[in-house]
């Protein structure tokens, strides 16, 4: 996973029709209210399969699809998140039993909202997600 997110894009074009699975921890302030929507949107659009799930780390997202679009969903997320959101860091995780399959579609998957310390960010207020 790590030469996924690493991957020189010239290899890119050579995987085209390779297609990964990559389950991806993102650290940081990450609200819900508008990160869900983004990833959503952005995995969407590049035809890949997946959830995104919020936690008090921040964010895991399970992605699966060619490589190439999986490449491009990474940079999405480091160089195009929302106004607000302060990444800290990715990081490829390893995927158990216990997780949520694939599905057929990339959808967000909302559990009991995160209570972000008051300290987290003067600037953004975060909605109640549910």
């Known amino acids: 996973m790590k030469k996924l997110l690493q991957r020189p894009a010239a290899a890119a074009a050579s995987v085209d029709a390779d297609i990964g699975d990559l389950l991806l921890r993102v650290t940081g302030f990450v609200p819900a209210a508008e990160y869900h929507p983004f990833v959503v949107s952005v995995a969407r659009r590049l035809g890949l399969k997946g959830w995104i799930r919020h936690?008090?780390?921040?964010?895991?997202?399970?992605?699966?699809?060619?490589e190439r679009e999986l490449a491009r969903l990474v940079r999405a997320l480091r160089d195009d998140a929302p106004p607000?959101?302060?990444?800290?860091?990715?990081?490829?995780?390893?995927?158990?039993?216990?997780?949520?399959?694939?599905?057929?579609?990339?959808?967000?998957?909302?559990?009991?909202?995160?209570?972000?310390?008051?300290?987290?960010?003067?600037t953004v207020a975060v909605a109640d997600v549910a």
Do not use: K, N
């Open 55 to 66: 936690d008090a780390a921040g964010a895991l997202i399970r992605a699966e699809g060619y």
């Open 84 to 122: 607000g959101t302060r990444v800290r860091s990715f990081d490829p995780q390893v995927i158990t039993a216990d997780m949520p399959p694939v599905g057929d579609w990339f959808v967000a998957l909302v559990e009991e909202p995160i209570a972000y310390p008051a300290s987290a960010t003067p």
